[in-house]
């Protein structure tokens, strides 16, 4: 007879090592929320090594994304508004170069950093609606 293993029927088996371990351990989103947690960490310490000009960018940004992360936002929209999002870039490029408006009120945008821009937009986008609809699944 096997003393003691009628009392640890109850838990699950780890299929890597074939330990027994606690039922709720073999729930996946105590592991979930830990990875998540470190991909932000990671993201984190890599915008940290963007040139100047980039972390600039990625500041307002995020700025402008955080104002956007509510629910029924345009920013969680499963076709999202291509104009309304230039309209975003262009108000995000305002705000890192004033002095770039013409006589007549137009903004002269310099390609490149107004490409960078939407890049860095949509990533950050794109990165924050992955985490709103992977939090979500859970409640």
């Known amino acids: ?3 003691g293993q009628e009392r640890y029927s109850w838990m699950e088996q780890d299929p ?3 330990d027994k ?4 351990m073999t729930y996946p989103m105590q592991n979930t929320l830990f990875e998540e947690t470190e991909y932000e960490k990671d993201c984190r310490r890599m915008q940290e090594l963007y040139p100047r000009d980039a972390r600039q960018i990625q500041s307002l940004v995020d700025r402008e ?3 956007m992360e509510y629910e029924g936002s345009m920013m969680y929209d499963r076709y999202p508004d291509r104009l309304m999002l230039e309209m975003l870039c262009r108000k995000i490029y305002r705000e890192l170069n004033p002095d770039h408006i013409d006589e007549e009120g137009r903004l002269q945008v310099e390609e490149r950093y107004f490409h960078l821009i939407q890049v860095m937009l949509m990533q950050e986008m794109y990165r924050r609606r992955c985490r709103h609809y992977r939090c979500r699944r859970w409640y």
Request: glycine residues 8%; hydrophobic residues 30%.
């Open 65 to 67: 994304c955080d104002r």
């Open 16 to 18: 890597y090592t074939g």
């Open 21 to 24: 371990m606690p039922f709720y």
């Open 1 to 3: 007879m096997n003393f």
